[in-house]
Nanobody, 115 residues
């Protein structure tokens, strides 16, 4: 059974940084496509960033040069390093993992950007 557990969300001021973590069990992140979506109130869920098994990364243009995605294979964990946060980045962030034509989701972690 695949489980994804996110952590690292919280309240941060504009311009601040956070690191989100997604700890996986039941599947190895090393050879899977994994990544992050986010959903703000009243908006559709959108892809933020993903990384393939070969290390190719994709970022939505609004976070390019501010967010970085990485995998720690030894810890079987995916990270999203978020810098220069803006109020528009506030959302619930969901981790995902693709395996055998199925997408697995974490429960989400809240990111609030406010003075």
């Amino acid at each position: 059974q695949v489980q994804l557990v996110e952590s690292g969300g919280g309240l941060v001021q504009p311009g601040g940084s956070l690191r989100l973590s997604c700890a996986a069990s039941g599947a190895n992140v090393t050879d899977k496509t994994v990544g992050w979506y986010r959903q703000a109130p009243g908006k559709q869920r959108e892809l933020v960033s993903s990384i393939t098994r070969t290390g190719t990364t994709v970022h939505v243009p609004s976070v390019k040069d501010r967010f970085t995605i990485s995998k720690n294979n030894a810890e079987n964990t995916v990270y999203l390093h978020m810098n220069a946060l803006k109020q528009d980045d506030a959302a619930v962030y969901f981790c995902f993992l693709d395996w055998a034509l199925r997408r697995y989701w974490g429960q989400g972690t809240q990111v609030t950007v406010s003075q």
